[in-house]
């Protein structure tokens, strides 16, 4: 029997490994199938009890019931409470006060209060450019008749802002020019932005880096009002002539070559021309042959008329909070 088996066998492997394989790979699925029926049935419930919820919320099961409404209500009060409060103490600590004065009045003070701005600033000394010396006021002094009485409260609550702000920068340190202070947009009379308005200002000043990072400072941290740095842009002042090379002083090269000062063998030394004055208290004098010139160094390619002195530009939003109704 043992001998008629292993024939069986040995006639019928293929079919008997075929058949192996396919019982493994059936046990295999069934495995699968099962986790996915337990997976669906798990998927399925949880379906079900979403919308056996939101079935029940569209019936009105679940409302907010008269204690939920009077906390949302206590908490909406509180919170209008609390802003109303902040504003208050916001409108009480920054700001300059409305001013209605007579027009003549008006444009006397801006007039008054240009040249005491130009004195406090030069009294640094800070050098004011003479297209500077209206401070953001141009119209208004050069025009031929003073403003409307209805320009006035907007006009005294600007000539206040400029006030601030020339005062911080005349006791900044190391600032040497007061370049130029002016308006932004055309209207007189603030923007509005909801809570609070806004006068938006460009003010240019240049001086020592210490003194322009002490007035930035300064600026934000006002004690009358709140100024806001929306845009700042600060330039290096290499003021050397880009037509210009840069302060060396080089000798003077004749037609053969030869330094000037050398003996020509033909005619007399060619006339030179005057050197050139360059930041630095440097000279070139500008006669050297192509291809006789040093190699220009990054270090000599830029001159400082002062060291470390820099430009700043910035737009300067004065943001003044409306007083709660």
């Given amino acids: 029997m043992d001998r008629t088996?292993?024939?069986?066998?040995?006639?019928?492997?293929?079919?008997?490994l075929a058949m192996a394989v396919s019982v493994v790979i059936l046990g295999v699925l069934a495995v699968y199938v099962l986790e996915g029926m337990t997976t669906s049935g798990k998927v399925k419930q949880a379906v079900t009890?979403?919308?056996?919820?939101?079935?029940?919320?569209?019936?009105?099961?679940?409302?907010?019931?008269?204690?939920?409404?009077g906390m949302a209500e206590e908490n909406r009060k509180f919170t209008e409470q609390e802003l109303q409060t902040f504003l208050t103490l916001l409108t009480s600590s920054y700001g300059f006060a409305a001013e209605n004065r007579d027009r003549f009045e008006c444009k006397q003070a801006i007039k008054d209060g240009s040249v005491n701005f130009l004195a406090q600033l030069t009294a640094r000394p800070i050098v004011v450019p003479l297209d500077a010396r209206a401070f953001s006021f141009d119209a208004i002094l050069n025009a031929a008749t003073p403003p409307l009485q209805s320009e006035v409260p907007y006009i005294m609550k600007q000539f206040h802002?400029?006030?601030?702000?020339?005062?911080?920068?005349?006791?900044?340190?190391?600032i040497s020019e007061f370049t130029r202070i002016r308006r932004l947009d055309s209207t007189l009379q603030p923007m509005d932005a909801g809570l609070y308005t806004?006068?938006?200002?460009?003010?240019?000043?240049?001086?020592?880096?210490?003194?322009?990072?002490?007035?930035?400072?300064?600026?934000?941290?006002?004690?009358?009002?709140?100024?806001?740095?929306r845009a700042l842009e600060l330039r290096s002042l290499d003021q050397a002539d880009k037509n210009t090379l840069p302060a060396l002083v080089l000798p003077a090269v004749d037609a053969a070559g030869a330094a000037s000062g050398g003996a020509r063998a033909v005619g007399q030394a060619r006339p030179q021309p005057p050197p050139v004055s360059r930041p630095g208290n440097l000279l070139f004098t500008g006669t050297a042959d192509k291809g006789k010139m040093p190699e220009l160094t990054q270090e000599l390619r830029?001159?400082?008329?002062?060291?470390?002195?820099?430009?700043i530009l910035m737009v300067v939003d004065y943001v003044e909070f409306k007083k709660p109704e």
């Fill in 161 to 174: 802002v400029v006030d601030e702000l020339v005062g911080i920068v005349a006791r900044a340190p190391a």
């Fill in 302 to 311: 830029v001159v400082f008329t002062t060291p470390h002195e820099i430009q």
């Fill in 49 to 69: 009890k979403q919308n056996d919820f939101f079935q029940a919320a569209a019936s009105g099961a679940y409302t907010l019931t008269q204690n939920n409404k």
């Fill in 5 to 16: 088996f292993m024939e069986f066998v040995k006639r019928n492997l293929g079919f008997l």
């Fill in 198 to 229: 806004v006068i938006p200002l460009e003010l240019s000043v240049r001086g020592g880096y210490n003194g322009i990072v002490n007035l930035v400072n300064q600026i934000q941290h006002s004690a009358k009002g709140i100024f806001l740095i």
